[in-house]
């Protein structure tokens, strides 16, 4: 018994000197130093039956003011959410549950009770990418609802492609012929748009860079040199498929006159579309460097 009483009185005089604690090592790092080869290093345990707001909680403090808490909150009598607790307060019941992580795994964010993985009762600002299914989505993109039971995914925006170029001179063409129409780079001096780089030159083709729907419009301004018909097209570059067209009898030579054609198509992603004009009179025509000679076209759906 001797020995026993100078062994803790030994024990009590190094606390004294430390001011660390250590259960299962000698050396406390810590005020309260725990060691084991157990992962079940710390149990806290509220000795009353679980039930509906029974707390188990650990509760910081700084100075004299408490600056957050973690608590085990029962929700059941057989279940229970982990609660983090801030914005700070001189009283601990003022502490506020910011996050909540239910017994099934949900998170909420200013909401106790979610009902998805991630439920967030507030506003949320990005920095960085929004991935859905590792994919960030490009540039003109928007979530695409597929329904309750499937993931979204991203796509083109109405708008979010589309050109709008003007003639690049006057353009003569022989009887006979049918010519892709030469136009401006867009964004170039003349007004003009280009979103998502669709319209390309000198090749003065419409390359869409996804399927859809797309709105057309091909117009331009006709001086022929002898009566006759004339056509003017939108077409599949590499097949010579004609999409839209329009054919007008000019009863004048030299006469001008607007003529212009225009379809909402299903366009495919990386085919080439060009605007071209047939000349069917028996002399030359020239495509006239005006405002109503163009090519535009954009993504509707």
Same mark, same amino acid.
Request: glycine content about 10%; proline content about 4%.
């Given at each position: ?21 250590? !259960? /299962? #090592?000698?050396?406390?790092? *810590? @005020? %309260? ?5 157990? &992962?079940?290093?710390?149990? $806290? ?27 085990? !909150? /029962? #929700?059941?009598?057989?279940? *229970? @959410? %982990? ?5 700070? &307060?001189?009283?601990?019941? $003022? ?207």
């Amino acid at each position: 018994m001797k020995y026993a009483v100078f062994a803790w009185f030994q024990f009590v005089s190094i606390l004294c000197a430390a001011q660390n604690v250590g !259960i /299962g #090592t000698p050396m406390p790092a *810590a @005020r %309260l130093h725990i060691g084991s080869n157990d &992962s079940a290093l710390l149990l $806290l345990q509220n000795n009353n039956i679980l039930s509906t707001d029974t707390k188990s909680a650990i509760i910081f403090r700084t100075g004299t003011w408490y600056t957050g808490s973690i608590q085990s !909150i /029962g #929700t059941s009598v057989n279940e *229970a @959410r %982990l609660g983090f607790f801030t914005y700070s &307060s001189t009283n601990p019941t $003022l502490l506020k549950e910011s996050m909540s992580i239910l017994d099934g795994g949900f998170v909420g964010i200013g909401n106790t009770a979610p009902e998805y993985e991630l439920d967030v009762n507030g506003s949320i600002n990005l920095t960085a990418n929004l991935l859905v299914n590792g994919v960030a989505g490009n540039p003109g993109q928007a979530l695409h609802s597929n329904g309750s039971s499937n993931a979204p995914t991203w796509n083109y925006v109405a708008g979010s492609q589309g050109f709008h170029t003007y003639s690049g001179g006057n353009q003569t063409i022989l009887p006979g012929v049918a010519a892709t129409l030469v136009f401006e780079s867009p964004n170039s001096s003349i007004a003009g748009f280009n979103y998502g780089n669709v319209f390309k030159n000198p090749t003065n083709e419409f390359v869409p860079t996804v399927d859809g729907i797309y709105l057309l419009h091909a117009s331009a301004r006709i001086q022929p040199t002898t009566p006759g018909f004339v056509t003017i097209e939108i077409i599949e570059n590499n097949t010579n498929n004609v999409y839209t067209s329009a054919r007008m009898y000019f009863n004048q030579a030299g006469q001008e006159a607007t003529i212009s054609c225009s379809a909402s198509l299903a366009l495919q992603e990386d085919v080439s579309y060009v605007c071209r004009v047939r000349n069917e009179t028996t002399g030359s025509i020239v495509v006239v460097d005006a405002s109503d000679t163009y090519y535009s076209g954009v993504l509707i759906r």
